[in-house]
């Protein structure tokens, strides 16, 4: 079963635009952390946020956690065709397990 | 940079017949993992190796799958017989004892 939950399931915006998905999940967790996928391939690490953190920042990735919410967003800003790919959520509950969420897929058009 | 090495990337099967998936992790990661992705979904884990003894294996279908990890390096995931719903992207990833999961390229399967 899948805890996470992304929104929106899609999202399309100009390159140049920022882009922001949120993640809900229902238990208690370690930490949570956020992947890619380009089309058909493996997932990559973008950033981990443990759960005693509110805000986490990697280049033009920004990632906040709410535990009260049991939430987390995820922004990329100043969009490129290169970030085009599916974004996953994932939740380390229970030892170093990762429960993943449906994703959201951003289209970034040139 | 090292990578998770699976093959093979593609494979076309009929149904009922037996398929296999070789996962070679990043050298030293003692911990490794099976996924499945069915298309439009995220991956769910199908069990996890900690050198080479199982540690979670409650979501493998026991009765068509099985992993195996004998030297506690390289990992087997098999399937037999095949079904139309195994039809799937199979996953692999190691760790070293942190939180970070490194994925393989991950096996596009296709049950006809």
């Known amino acids: 079963s899948q805890q996470g939950e992304e929104d929106p399931q899609a999202l399309s915006i100009q390159e140049g635009e920022n882009a922001t998905m949120n993640c809900s999940y229902k238990t208690s967790i370690n930490n949570l952390q956020w992947y890619r996928q380009n089309s058909g391939r493996g997932l990559v690490h973008l950033i981990l946020i443990r759960s005693n953190e509110r805000e986490k920042h990697s280049g033009r990735l920004r990632v906040t956690l709410d535990t009260s919410k049991k939430s987390s967003s995820l922004l990329i800003t100043a969009s490129r065709a290169a970030d085009t790919a599916s974004y996953f959520c994932?939740?380390?509950?229970?030892?170093?397990?990762?429960?993943f969420g449906a994703g959201t897929t951003v289209t970034v058009r040139a | 940079e090292a990578e998770v090495a699976q093959s093979p990337r593609y494979k076309i099967t009929e149904k009922s017949q037996a398929v296999a998936f070789w996962c070679d992790p990043i050298?030293?990661?003692?911990?490794l993992y099976w996924y499945r992705q069915i298309l439009g979904q995220g991956p769910e884990l199908l069990v996890q190796?900690?050198?080479?003894?199982?540690?979670?294996d409650s979501q493998l279908p026991k009765d068509r799958f099985s992993a195996e990890r004998l030297k506690g390096v390289d990992s087997t995931l098999k399937i037999q017989p095949a079904e139309l719903g195994d039809s799937a992207m199979y996953l692999c990833?190691?760790?070293?004892?942190?939180?970070?999961?490194?994925f393989g390229p991950g096996t596009r399967l296709t049950v006809l």
């Open positions: 994932a939740t380390d509950a229970d030892d170093y397990k990762l429960s």
């Open positions: 190796f900690q050198d080479e003894s199982v540690v979670d």
């Open positions: 990833a190691s760790s070293s004892y942190t939180d970070t999961q490194y």
């Open positions: 050298s030293g990661h003692a911990t």
